[in-house]
């Protein structure tokens, strides 16, 4: 899970506001243990010289209290290919958390190794700037951060205060001869969780065996390629 998708941190800075120097050099971050929100996203992709473009959005439930987050996707990608799923992380238990993927009316279930990943900005990563949006007594300040990751580079930028995510811009090569290119926007963030039942398991997938795996779990464009291409 729409409001106008948000621009990622590179063109924001162009369009709302101007690269600023901050007092002190922001530091990596985490946002808080509970929030959720609408990512809406925008890509275009050359898989071994055919292009693609990918937009849609997801709306996410993220729980690091409790071990829980849920997505809901709703993405197209050319040529004719809709990506519509439920995903349901649950690391509730003891042991292996589970990754739940329904789809219509088939679900899938996948052991995952370890325990849920707070989301953080990496302690590898660069600040690069800082920036705001808005205007006058109206301005929200944002840090902007450069990752490498996977043979991939990202820009992401969060608010000074309470590290909330903004935007991101995700480019470079997932395999030889498959490269993307992803502007990624956060809108609509509000902390906590609103209604807990959201990461209620589905009756479908109860009585469905789990598999273990090292999952995808990306959606659009670079969830659907390295689907496409894992071994």
Not at 169 to 179: D, H, L, S
Not at 195 to 219: E, N, R, Y
């Amino acid at each position: 899970m729409m409001a106008t998708l948000l621009h990622a941190a590179a063109l924001t800075i162009c369009f709302f506001g101007i690269a600023i120097s901050a007092p002190t050099t922001p530091v990596p971050c985490c946002t808080p243990d509970q929030w959720e929100g609408v990512m809406g996203l925008i890509a275009g992709y050359v898989d071994h010289k055919t292009p693609g473009i990918e937009k849609g959005y997801v709306s996410l439930s993220y729980d690091y209290t409790h071990g829980l987050m849920e997505l809901c996707q709703h993405i197209s990608i050319t040529p004719g290919i809709r990506d519509d799923r439920r995903v349901i992380f649950d690391y509730s238990h003891q042991g292996n958390g589970k990754m739940y993927t329904i789809k219509g009316k088939t679900c899938t279930v996948v052991d995952l190794p370890g325990k849920m990943r707070q989301q953080c900005i990496p302690d590898n990563a660069t600040y690069t700037g800082s920036f705001f949006m808005g205007s006058g007594n109206n301005t929200l300040l944002a840090n902007l951060f450069s990752i490498t990751t996977q043979g991939l580079k990202a820009e992401v930028s969060m608010t000074s205060k309470d590290c909330i995510p903004v935007g991101e811009t995700i480019y470079g090569t997932i395999i030889e001869g498959v490269a993307i290119l992803e502007t990624v926007g956060f809108v609509n963030i509000t902390t906590g969780i609103k209604d807990p039942s959201i990461f209620d398991i589905p009756s479908i997938c109860k009585t469905v065996d789990a598999k273990f795996q090292m999952p995808v779990v990306l959606g659009g464009a670079i969830g659907h390629l390295m689907e496409k291409y894992k071994k």
